[in-house]
């Protein structure tokens, strides 16, 4: 019996002191090659920049011609509002015109989010 209770309280230890989950830039970086082909840093880029986008207000980029939805969308670009948009666009902003359904795992958007956070 006291053999259980010590390993019951050593797992709840171990467990307490560890981090739930830590993003994975480098993984981040690899999913958003999908991304990469409408983002990119040009002008002309049929996607906006995303250099910055931690933080940054939704269609504020001078070069871009953003759609309505988004312009309407007035967002920050939190990592909650980021986190919400890249699991599912279309839920977040209706109406938006990115041709992109979301990542439907949580971890690989904390990837992506995280590899976003570099993008200064």
């Known amino acids: 019996m006291r053999l259980l209770i010590t390993g019951a309280f050593l797992g709840a230890v171990i467990c307490a002191g560890a ?11 690899q999913l958003f090659t999908a991304c990469a082909a409408c983002h ?5 880029a049929l996607g906006p920049s995303l250099k910055g986008i931690v933080g940054r207000k939704s269609a504020s980029l001078e070069d871009f011609r953003y759609s309505n939805a988004m312009k309407r969308a ?31 795992n949580a971890n690989d958007v904390a990837d992506v989010i995280a590899y976003l956070q570099t993008l200064k």
């Open 19 to 29: 981090p739930a989950f830590a993003a994975d830039v480098n993984h981040g970086k």
């Open 74 to 104: 007035n967002l920050t670009w939190t990592e909650d509002n980021l986190k919400e948009y890249l699991s599912d666009p279309q839920a977040k902003v209706k109406g938006n015109r990115m041709p992109f359904s979301g990542f439907s």
């Open 40 to 44: 990119t840093e040009k002008a002309d």
